[in-house]
């Protein structure tokens, strides 16, 4: 069954519309984002291992580590691809493991994804890309040209909008990427290597990019290998190693 109105999203999860916070919250906000003792296991592997990591709203949070340390793991756990085998994992107050398996998708709107190597649907064009996951959801013909519109032109495709995937560079193609993951207006934004496939040119208009969208007051994390994106964004760096949170600094650099 679709879903398309705005009463039944808050009944899953209340996240509502961004607001641009400080970056130092209060001793007495609550984090949007809260994991405790999580561990995950995989038969006799162990993914992550008793983490425990607040993230607030407006934050900027470069996710670093090896292959294999466990940020792609934690990343699945946060959009619910995946349980804790132990601890709980909070979202703006609500438990995921409550979430029953028909609020799962709609949980799943209200966090934008962006992947590494892009994902998009080769035979439609930039503008359809983005409005697909609006479709899917029964949402109006009206407000999908609103919201897709306004995405468009905030990743700076209006006069490619028409253009499918193959006959653009990496950089647009992520582009699109982050619109499509941008039109549900969520409060989060999570990027898994987004510049892994990228230029250099190419990879510093994409943390632009993400930088404006945090400053419009979604909280972004992103997950990388790359040493001079993490020291030149200057925010917040948690640093992972053997399914554990070994470093959390603010203003930090990637220090192994």
Not at 4 to 11: F, L, N, R, V
Not at 73 to 91: A, C, D, H, M, N
Not at 172 to 195: C, G, K, Y
Request: aromatic residues 4%.
């Amino acid at each position: 069954m679709m879903v398309s109105s705005a009463d039944e999203e808050k009944e899953v999860i209340e996240i509502g519309q961004p607001k641009h916070v400080s970056h130092r919250p209060s001793s007495s906000e609550q984090p949007l984002i809260s994991l405790q003792q999580v561990s995950k296991t995989y038969g006799r592997i162990a993914a992550l291992k008793e983490v425990t990591l607040n993230v607030f709203a407006g934050e900027f949070i470069s996710l670093v580590g090896q292959s294999g340390v466990g940020k792609t793991t934690l990343i699945k756990l946060l959009t619910r691809q995946e349980s804790p085998s132990s601890g709980q994992v909070f979202i703006a107050s609500r438990n995921l493991a409550d979430l029953s398996p028909c609020e799962i998708p709609l949980f799943r709107r209200k966090i934008g994804i962006v992947f590494q190597d892009f994902k998009l649907l080769p035979q439609k064009t930039v503008w359809e890309n983005a409005a697909f996951a609006l479709e899917v959801c029964g949402v109006s013909d009206e407000e999908i040209r609103r919201r897709v519109d306004k995405v468009i032109d905030l990743v700076g495709l209006s006069r490619s909008c028409r253009n499918y995937p193959h006959e653009l560079s990496g950089g647009e193609r992520q582009r699109v990427a982050i619109a499509r993951a941008l039109v549900h207006s969520p409060r989060i934004l999570i990027a898994d290597e987004p510049t892994g496939n990228l230029d250099p040119v190419n990879t510093w208009e994409i943390i632009e990019l993400l930088q404006r969208i945090n400053g419009k007051g979604t909280t972004v994390i992103i997950a990388t290998h790359n040493r001079q994106v993490v020291d030149r964004v200057n925010r917040r760096v948690i640093l992972m190693k053997g399914g554990k949170v070994i470093s959390d600094q603010e203003g930090g650099k990637y220090v192994i």
